[in-house]
């Protein structure tokens, strides 16, 4: 191993640079020159680099973003797109290449290993915490403290005006970050794709509540469940709360890096590193059981993480 590839790709998500700054100084302690590509799989199918070396990447761990730009890159799902790519990477003389993003990015990865005699590794970056292979991601403890911290405020409001409020946080298709958010705001109801819901149910829930005493209600909505501003309008039709649509955006997306974030990039990138040392490729890198460890590609690729569906049930017995 001589010369490390570096790229990020996909969403972004806070600790991506951090990431890339522990790629650079753990490949360089052992030898190695790492190249940044740019812009996701854009910068290898243009061939846009840039030299990294330690001080390149100071600074950098608290900010969030990637110094290294992404993109989606609809170009990268034709195999010219990869077959591009790969002849850039030998060209480059690149040994390895470390890819820094979600499960879309890795799905690239796998077609790029297969055009390829570099070695591939995965570090798993996303908010939305939906890698196959690692408890968490990058970037997501991050976003569920970014939207607790928006919820608690929305809290305040919500009491002051005896409202129900909706609040609709990312994740795409999948309910990650809805349930951590859910959970850790004590939210009334918590939605996501991965349990189809009856609104009846909704309506009863939002009405018991309020014969209960509770005038005021959170319910945390992923937004891959569909249309919550319909769902809102709804709620207030066929209950007699007053109801409103809060919908987080792209703020969860970025800030500073937790240090949980920050240690997970950290960790992940160097074990990366590790590998690609060994030379061993073809794996995605991640946390299970509170070990960093490795999985192989394809597998990650290939298998859907599972939701944890009992912390829903524990999350209505909390919100009684
Ligand atoms: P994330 O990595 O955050 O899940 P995306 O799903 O947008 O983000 O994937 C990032 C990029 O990875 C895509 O824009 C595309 O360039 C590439 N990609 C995704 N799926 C594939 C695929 N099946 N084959 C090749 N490249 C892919
Ligand atoms: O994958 C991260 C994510 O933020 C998802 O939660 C969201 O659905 C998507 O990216 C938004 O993508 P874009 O930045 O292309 O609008």
Redesign the pocket.
Known sequence: MKTIGVVTS??DAPGMNAAIRAVVRTAYAKGFQVLGFERGWEGLIKNNFRRLDPRSVGGIIRSGGTILLTS?CPEFKTLDGVRKAAANLAADKVDGLVVIG?DGSFRGALALSRETDVLVVGVPA???NDVYGTEETIGFDTAVNTCVAEVDKIKDTAISHERVFVVEV???KRGF?ALAVGLTVGAEVILVPEVAYDKNEVFETVKANAAKGKKSGIIVAA?GIGDTRKLAEEIEENTGAEVRLSIVG?AQ?GGSPTARSRLLASLFANEAVNLLAQNIGDRVVGLQKGEITSIDLEDSCKNEKPLNLELLNLAKVLAT
């Open positions: 996909g969403g989606r979600g996303t908010i939305d990312m994740g795409r970050l937004e792209y997306r």
